[in-house]
Nanobody, 116 residues
Framework: QVRLVESGGGLVQPGGSLRLSCAASGFTFSNYYMSWYRQAAGKERELVAR????????TYADFVKGRFTISRDNARNSVALQMNSLNPDDTAVYYCHVWIFGAALWGQGTQVTVSS
């Protein structure tokens, strides 16, 4: 069964940090690029960061450049998102994503709330 499971969300104060993790199973993880998206209340889901399977190159949305870092561990079939200097605008449900077998696969999401 192809599956993505996120963890690591929570409540953090502005300026704080969180590390999200996504555990993948049911497919050859190292063959696929992986992405993190987020969706804030009342807004569309948006791409946050992506890491490619070949060479590990990365891309980031402008609003997280310099603050967030995406990484992957092919031995553990996992992808992480280190989030620093968080602000209230980062409040959202964060989703792990892979495009596989011609379809988008999403995790269940993990809530990140940035508030004092």
């Amino acid at each position: 069964q192809v599956r993505l499971v996120e963890s690591g969300g929570g409540l953090v104060q502005p300026g704080g940090s969180l590390r999200l993790s996504c555990a993948a199973s049911g497919f050859t993880f190292s063959n696929y690029y992986m992405s993190w998206y987020r969706q804030a209340a009342g807004k569309e889901r948006e791409l946050v960061a992506r890491i490619f399977n070949t060479g590990g190159s990365t891309t980031y949305a402008d609003f997280v450049k310099g603050r967030f870092t995406i990484s992957r561990d092919n031995a553990r079939n996992s992808v992480a998102l280190q989030m620093n200097s968080l602000n209230p605008d980062d409040t959202a449900v964060y989703y792990c994503h892979v495009w596989i077998f011609g379809a988008a696969l999403w995790g269940q999401g993990t809530q990140v709330t940035v508030s004092s």
